[in-house]
């Protein structure tokens, strides 16, 4: 009962850190990159309608970018666990003492005496499928993925860029002109940069203020480099 509960409580772990790598990948680039195309346009275009429909363009082509590319990750993930699994069964029928000494040397590892060491292999080789699950996860250190996990880690992705991209959109819903637009959206965006960095420091276990001052400035770089770049073109 204990090593049940033991193992759901690593499963949800597992999972819930999947989810917020997802998240943090999904809204950095979204708060950034949509607020640097914006800044950019503000300094090189006056309709702030043309702002609005390039960004949520972008906002679009960059959530799908990142979520087949989250797809991929966890396709390539799947693959690679899938081809090991293969090796391991493979290596089980072909070279039955090697395996079974590595899974001694484990055990002798823990310090086991000889005689606990002889009678936990014999009891682990008997399934095959569980000697192979036992290789994959001491020898090699693969923890078999969710199946569904490649879809989850795209739509988890594509919609925190979706999210994180509007921040810095949403003032020129309301606005005149890209320079209004701009003040406002940079008022709101570097705030959301520094606050997301602050907790995302704080989950990674790296100093909160640093993390967060280190986001809010790279957004601002960009956004700046992005406004000067697009205002000398345009002169």
């Known amino acids: ?85 293969r090796r391991e069964y493979d290596e089980i029928e072909r070279l039955p003492e090697v395996e079974r000494e590595e899974v001694r040397e484990f055990f002798e590892g823990l310090g086991l005496s000889p005689s606990v060491q002889n009678q936990a292999v014999e009891e682990l080789v008997k399934d095959k499928d569980r000697w192979a699950d036992f290789m994959m996860k001491h020898e090699l250190g693969l923890e078999k993925p969710d199946p569904k996990r490649a879809r989850k880690s795209a739509f988890n992705i594509g919609a925190s860029y979706v999210v994180g991209g509007l921040i810095p959109l949403s003032p020129y819903f309301f606005v005149k002109d890209g320079i209004s637009g701009l003040r406002i959206s940079a008022a709101v965006t570097l705030v959301c940069l520094f606050t997301f960095g602050y907790f995302k420091s704080k989950l990674t276990g790296t100093p909160p203020l640093q993390g967060a001052l280190k986001v809010a400035v790279i957004g601002a770089i960009a956004a700046g480099c992005a406004f000067g770049i697009a205002k000398w073109i345009g002169a």
């Open 1 to 85: 009962m204990d090593n049940h509960l033991h193992h759901h409580h690593t499963e949800h772990h597992l999972t819930s850190s999947a989810i917020l790598t997802d998240i943090v990948i999904g809204m950095s680039d979204g708060l950034t990159v949509p607020f640097a195309l914006a800044a950019g346009l503000s300094g090189a275009v006056k309709d702030v309608h043309l702002i609005v429909i390039a960004g949520i363009a972008e906002i679009a082509a960059g959530s799908i970018a990142m979520g087949l590319g989250g797809y991929l990750a966890g396709k390539t993930e799947q693959d690679h666990y899938a081809s090991e699994l």
